[in-house]
């Protein structure tokens, strides 16, 4: 037992080393929990004796400095961000600030926070932001830098927000060129997610590789009984097949792009990367899956039709609740299987929160609070190990180490076999910061190869043709700059 016990220790080490290739320095790795600020002067005196608010007045700062200000945040459906707004009266009561949710699916949520930045109409104060959108945010000048409001004392007590608690990886989701624009509030990684029931039953041994994953999700496919072999996400989008494709193409040794920006995904290995994944996808998963996103996936594999699918890790709730899920106690967790090139890839994944650069100062000011108030250490344990609700409805994804290493958090992540340590070990080894190209020209560029991909998927075009249609597009698109 001591022996386990150490093990899982050493395992939880890698939060010291996942910031390479992110930008976060060694320092964000301190496990040990690092004690709130001293209360200040400013916190207003009558909330000190409310003690769902008495976490947050441990910052001691002034936290109704833009009281009266009303804000609006655009978010993804997610079980997590339901119950930040099931909390939300939290906030208004510990602030003063009024804030109004909009709840949009990905592709649209994309599209229409583009439109909202780029014109400048400042409709929305903050939005769940994809990680790869950043570089063109930022060249733009449509978010914040957030280091002044991390060096204002007025705004932030720097000991309380403890950025060295974020998981590095995570944090560093939302910087570009080493600085801070966005505060994390979930973090995922991909994983394999399979169903051990039918593997035991089968006897078919786990995949290590992608040419043993394709192996068995053909002895286990058995669609005459409603049972399908594996799925991977065909609807098309950037966040959507370029999601789970990116990592498949990168484990085969595709390269984006050339030294001169040059698009070189249609090479051998990208052809051979796409052709894997149409396989796979036209053979061993339903006809439906060109339409399939990773809420129906996870829906599918909560119904127990599908064995398995490699995917984020933060949709175990879905088929870890028992009043929803037909696969309780049957579900396993592995790291994605090695690709030719012997190496695993995974993605690097948050929904983080910028300042809009458009709404006016007090907007701001009331934005940046709130962006501290979802990504505390409390609210993080609110929505988690002391949420209160229905216990199927728990975060599994946060992004605090403090809250990993808590028992009592690690004791709400009963999903199935092997999920925390994947996560770990993922964390500590299979990252690609390269994942997907991190050029501004990410949203036309991933929209381009989205289509493609899903081209090739439905048979309008072959692999090979369907990437080099997507290069010379692509090609076009790097001109403009």
Same mark, same amino acid.
């Given at each position: 037992m001591k022996q386990a016990k150490s093990e899982r220790i050493s395992r939880r080490s890698f939060l010291v080393g996942t910031a390479s290739g992110v930008g976060i320095t060694a320092a964000a790795a301190a496990l040990s929990a690092i004690p709130p600020g001293k209360a200040r002067a400013g916190a207003p005196a009558v909330q000190a004796k409310d003690p769902e608010l008495e976490p947050y007045l441990k910052a001691g700062?002034?936290?109704?400095?833009a009281k009266g200000e009303t804000i609006t945040v655009m978010m993804i459906p997610w079980v997590g961000n339901d119950i930040m707004q099931e909390l939300s009266p939290m906030f208004t009561k510990l602030t003063g600030v009024n804030v109004r949710y909009q709840i949009i699916p990905p592709l649209q949520l994309r599209e229409k926070h583009i439109l909202d930045l780029s014109t400048k109409a400042g409709q929305f104060a903050s939005t769940a932001t994809d990680p790869m959108y950043y570089p063109l945010y930022v060249t733009n000048k449509w978010v914040e830098d957030l280091e002044p409001y991390i060096n204002d004392q007025k705004l932030t007590n720097k000991e309380w927000l403890d950025l060295a608690d974020f998981v590095p990886a995570w944090l560093g989701s939302g910087q570009y060129k080493g600085k801070q624009y966005g505060l994390p509030y979930m973090g995922e990684c991909a994983a394999h997610m399979y169903r051990t029931d039918v593997?035991?039953?089968?006897? =078919?041994?786990?995949?290590?590789?992608?040419?043993?994953? %394709?192996?068995?999700?053909?002895?286990?496919?058995?669609?005459?009984?409603?049972?399908?072999?594996? +799925?991977?996400?065909?609807?098309?989008?950037?966040?959507?097949?370029?999601?789970?494709?990116?990592?498949?193409?990168?484990?085969?040794?595709?390269?984006?792009?050339?030294?001169?920006?040059?698009p070189i995904f249609n090479s051998k290995a990208g052809v051979d990367a796409l052709t894997w994944y149409c396989e796979l996808n036209q053979k061993y998963a339903p006809s439906a899956v060109t339409n399939w996103n990773w809420p129906e996936i996870a829906d599918a594999f909560a119904a127990g039709t599908i064995v398995q699918y490699m995917d984020g890790m933060g949709h175990a709730g879905v088929y870890g609740d028992p009043k929803k899920s037909k696969v309780v106690g049957n579900v396993g967790f592995r790291r994605m299987p090695k690709g030719p090139t012997g190496k695993r890839v995974s993605t690097i994944w948050t929904w983080s929160f910028p300042i809009n650069a458009s709404i006016s100062d007090n907007a701001k000011k009331a934005t940046w609070l709130w962006a501290?108030? %979802?990504?505390?250490?409390?609210?993080?344990?609110? +929505?988690?190990?002391?949420?209160?609700?229905?216990? *199927?409805?728990?975060?599994?994804? =946060? +992004?605090?180490?403090?809250?990993?290493?808590?028992?009592?958090?690690?004791?709400?992540?009963?999903? *199935?076999?092997?999920?925390?340590?994947? =996560?770990?070990?993922?964390?500590?080894?299979?990252?690609?910061?390269?994942?997907?190209?991190?050029?501004?020209?990410?949203?036309? %560029? *991933?929209?381009?190869?989205?289509?493609?991909?899903?081209?090739?998927? =439905?048979?309008?075009?072959?692999?090979?043709?369907?990437?080099?249609?997507?290069?010379?597009?692509?090609?076009?698109?790097?001109?403009? *700059?």
């Open positions: 700062i002034d936290w109704q400095q593997y035991e039953k089968k006897g =078919v041994p786990l995949p290590e590789t992608l040419a043993d994953f %394709m192996e068995a999700a053909a002895k286990l496919h058995d669609p005459a009984n409603n049972l399908y072999g594996a +799925v991977l996400r065909g609807f098309k989008g950037p966040g959507q097949n370029l999601y789970v494709w990116p990592p498949i193409f990168r484990m085969f040794g595709g390269q984006w792009l050339d030294k001169d920006n040059k501290q108030w %979802m990504s505390s250490k409390a609210f993080q344990a609110r +929505v988690t190990y002391e949420y209160t609700g229905d216990k *199927g409805r728990r975060a599994a994804d =946060v +992004v605090r180490l403090s809250i990993w290493k808590d028992e009592r958090y690690r004791k709400t992540l009963q999903f *199935g076999k092997d999920f925390e340590k994947t =996560v770990l070990d993922t964390l500590a080894n299979d990252l690609d910061p390269e994942w997907r190209p991190l050029v501004p020209q990410w949203p036309e %560029m *991933g929209n381009i190869l989205a289509i493609a991909v899903q081209k090739a998927l =439905v048979k309008q075009a072959t692999p090979k043709d369907a990437l080099d249609e997507a290069a010379a597009q692509i090609t076009e698109t790097m001109k403009k *700059g």
